[in-house]
């Protein structure tokens, strides 16, 4: 990857300031714990093992042309100074009466052959997917006897709805599929824009130079940048013009820890009422949720399943 000085490359995703106002500071979108806990033969890393050939995205010139979201509605400029957002009381504890496994999380993690060993996290989220570009959203919780419960309620979604890609979710997603990786995720910093959520895990802030590179041919593929004076790209979403679906979000690694253009840019799970380019999105107030839900060291995972029911 070219111009590696420029990357960072560490578990929170940060900001390198420059020295003068004008100048660019870029960041991998993270790279937390490597990637999906997949078996092998499917994935390698945070992308597919046996890759196949596929067109690349025309780069474009408009600054908001394919990160992988819904595409963005116009929206009114915001105030400079945003109200802080209330707390949405997601910092729960453990029902007492914990006996056993949740019934939803079970089935999924052993119709693909997971034991609840093989997550190594207290926090997990699913996207057991409806129909090919709806899903069901659950957060689980492990406490400390073990048990995972469901921060909603045992057999109940936290939200009723979330969607995925408009073409719905592949073990392969290429640049312009519209479609969603499947797997299970690590997911790196969240991010905000606007008011900061009240929550102790790593956030990044984005601002009205924050830029998301998806132009296959750039060495900054893949990547958050702040300004232009390091600009390879002819394609970059700028972040902040679409304030409604960046509200709230975390990144998902995928095809983060070293940005190969055959694989898509962009992966979120962030905010939205409608199929996506690719992202996972939930209400505004579902994924601000999920951030006050995190703390400073959770290392959360998250598992797109496949439609097979």
């Not at 111009?3 to 490359?9: G, M, N, R």
């Not at 067109?55 to 509605?73: D, F, G, R, Y």
């Not at 406490?143 to 995972?148: A, F, H, I, K």
Request: aromatic share 10%; with cysteine.
């Amino acid at each position: 990857m070219k111009k590696s000085t420029f990357v960072v490359t560490e578990v929170i995703l940060s900001v390198i300031l420059a020295a003068s106002v004008g100048a660019a500071a870029v960041l991998a979108l993270d790279i937390k714990s490597g990637g999906n806990i997949l078996p092998k033969e499917w994935f390698a890393d945070d992308k597919p093992q046996t890759s196949q050939t596929s067109e690349k995205s025309t780069p474009q010139e408009s600054s908001t042309a394919a990160a992988e979201i819904s595409a963005p509605e116009e929206s009114s400029t915001a105030e400079e100074e945003t109200p802080e957002p209330t707390n949405t009381g997601w910092k729960l504890t453990a029902p007492s009466d914990l006996s056993g496994q949740p019934t939803e999380l079970t089935t999924y993690l052993s119709d693909f052959g997971y034991t609840y060993d093989t997550l190594d996290t207290d926090h997990f989220i699913l996207v057991a997917t409806t129909s090919l570009s709806s899903a069901n959203i659950y957060c689980y919780q492990r406490s400390e006897s073990g048990y995972w419960w469901n921060i909603a309620g045992d057999g109940k979604a936290v939200t009723d709805k979330g969607y995925i890609g408009d073409n719905g979710a592949d073990f392969e997603v290429a640049p312009g599929s519209d479609k969603t990786p499947l797997g299970i995720y690590s997911l790196g910093s969240g991010f905000y824009c606007g008011g900061k959520p009240q929550t102790d895990y790593p956030l990044y802030a984005i601002t009205e130079n924050t830029l998301l590179v998806d132009d296959p041919e750039s060495g900054y593929y893949n990547q958050f940048v702040e300004g232009t004076e390091e600009k390879d790209w002819e394609s970059a979403v700028k972040m902040a013009d679409d304030k409604k679906s960046y509200r709230y979000g975390l990144v998902v690694n995928y095809n983060t820890s070293s940005p190969d253009s055959e694989y898509a840019a962009g992966i979120f799970m962030c905010c939205g009422d409608k199929p996506t380019h690719g992202s996972i999105v939930v209400p505004e107030k579902v994924m601000q949720g999920i951030l006050e839900w995190l703390g400073e060291d959770s290392n959360p995972y998250i598992f797109v399943t496949p439609l097979i029911r």
